[in-house]
């Protein structure tokens, strides 16, 4: 005879439905949430399971109504269950339980955003799957491969499959030469964020259209190069990145000390940026070496930056990233 009754799902609340920022309760974790909702829509039976107590517990409690999820039963089991075996353990029983230490966040981001297709969506979601993948790497030992072991033909073959994500990680590194002698260690920033300059990309009130293909890695250079480069002969911004001396001079300058066998397989992207001296329009670039705006070091917290200057590299996301040394 088969079981009819409903499917009891046992959800946990910090690091699951918010981020984990206990006592206090931190930002929610929409997909997730939305996810929780649809479950108890669909008429399974929805429990928190949260070692909150007390005023803490009351806390989540009307922190997950403002956010529109309603519970069946609290740190409780099933009333039925109950009757059945006698008494209300301490165990809570369930059929499933999302949990961050069963279920990642990331898994659920995953589903939630298969259908994304614009930019920032596509972004989000590789980055999550980035994240799995290296959280599942890491709990089992399995062996990643070693950026330093791969060509720079190599690196770009993978990076244009697509398979970047699965086979490196963020803040991989390799170490290479200039034809001057001095040597430099390339760091990986991120995957699939730089969109490669094609006919009929554009800006327009800093949003992409005709998107064909993303960029597979982006370096950056870890330390600081050798040497005195200034923005401007005359220390102003004026002209943005596109007309400036940094740009227009120095970077072909530099490209042209990479290793012949780097050079070849560089990709031009579009860049984004303010045309400078206080004006609030952006402008795209065509650039294979460029300066990273504001915004894609810092995130959204900018003072100096246009809007619509990119978006944070996933490596920039640790503040400690950010800092060049000599």
């Given at each position: 005879m088969c079981n009819l009754r409903p499917r009891i799902i046992a959800v946990d609340f910090d690091g699951m439905l918010c981020e984990g920022k206990f006592p206090d309760i931190g930002a929610p974790i929409l997909p997730v949430i939305e996810y929780v909702k649809r479950l108890r829509a669909a008429g399974n039976i929805v429990i928190l399971w949260t070692c909150r107590t007390g005023q803490n517990l009351m806390d989540a409690v009307t922190w997950c109504k403002?956010?529109?999820?309603?519970?069946?039963?609290?740190?409780?089991?099933?009333?039925?269950?109950?009757?059945?075996?006698?008494?209300?353990?301490?165990?809570?029983?369930?059929?499933?339980?999302?949990?961050?230490?069963?279920?990642?966040?990331?898994?659920?981001?995953?589903?939630?955003?298969?259908?994304?297709?614009?930019?920032?969506?596509?972004?989000?979601?590789?980055?999550?799957?980035?994240?799995?993948?290296?959280?599942?790497?890491?709990?089992?030992?399995?062996?990643?491969?070693?950026?330093?072991?791969?060509?720079?033909?190599?690196?770009?073959?993978?990076?244009?499959?697509?398979?970047?994500?699965?086979?490196?990680?963020?803040?991989?590194?390799?170490?290479?030469?200039?034809?001057?002698?001095?040597?430099?260690?390339?760091?990986?920033?991120?995957?699939?964020?730089?969109?490669?300059?094609?006919?009929?990309?554009?800006?327009?009130?800093?949003?992409?259209f005709d998107v064909k293909k993303c960029a597979g890695i982006t370096f950056a250079i870890e330390g600081v190069l050798d040497g005195w480069f200034e923005m401007n002969e005359d220390d102003t911004n004026k002209g943005g990145w596109k007309n400036s001396k940094m740009r227009t001079v120095y970077m072909s300058r530099i490209e042209k000390l990479l290793p012949a066998e780097l050079r070849v397989v560089l990709r031009t992207v579009a860049k984004f940026t303010g045309k400078g001296g206080g004006s609030d329009d952006v402008e795209t670039t065509a650039d294979k070496l460029f300066l990273f705006s504001e915004a894609e070091i810092i995130g959204d917290d900018v003072e100096y930056s246009a809007s619509g200057e990119g978006s944070q590299y996933p490596y920039f996301a640790d503040a400690a990233n950010r800092i060049k040394k000599r």
């Amino acid at each position: 005879m088969c079981n009819l009754r409903p499917r009891i799902i046992a959800v946990d609340f910090d690091g699951m439905l918010c981020e984990g920022k206990f006592p206090d309760i931190g930002a929610p974790i929409l997909p997730v949430i939305e996810y929780v909702k649809r479950l108890r829509a669909a008429g399974n039976i929805v429990i928190l399971w949260t070692c909150r107590t007390g005023q803490n517990l009351m806390d989540a409690v009307t922190w997950c109504k403002q956010q529109g999820l309603t519970f069946d039963y609290i740190n409780e089991n099933v009333k039925q269950n109950v009757e059945q075996y006698g008494g209300d353990t301490r165990k809570i029983f369930a059929d499933v339980y999302i949990d961050d230490k069963t279920i990642l966040p990331q898994q659920i981001i995953i589903k939630e955003s298969i259908e994304m297709t614009n930019k920032e969506k596509q972004q989000i979601t590789t980055d999550v799957a980035s994240a799995v993948i290296n959280d599942i790497a890491d709990k089992y030992g399995v062996k990643r491969n070693n950026l330093a072991d791969y060509t720079w033909e190599e690196i770009a073959e993978i990076a244009a499959q697509g398979k970047a994500a699965a086979n490196f990680r963020i803040g991989d590194k390799k170490e290479l030469e200039l034809i001057t002698g001095e040597k430099l260690t390339a760091v990986i920033i991120g995957f699939d964020h730089d969109v490669i300059e094609t006919k009929g990309i554009y800006a327009d009130n800093h949003k992409l259209f005709d998107v064909k293909k993303c960029a597979g890695i982006t370096f950056a250079i870890e330390g600081v190069l050798d040497g005195w480069f200034e923005m401007n002969e005359d220390d102003t911004n004026k002209g943005g990145w596109k007309n400036s001396k940094m740009r227009t001079v120095y970077m072909s300058r530099i490209e042209k000390l990479l290793p012949a066998e780097l050079r070849v397989v560089l990709r031009t992207v579009a860049k984004f940026t303010g045309k400078g001296g206080g004006s609030d329009d952006v402008e795209t670039t065509a650039d294979k070496l460029f300066l990273f705006s504001e915004a894609e070091i810092i995130g959204d917290d900018v003072e100096y930056s246009a809007s619509g200057e990119g978006s944070q590299y996933p490596y920039f996301a640790d503040a400690a990233n950010r800092i060049k040394k000599r």
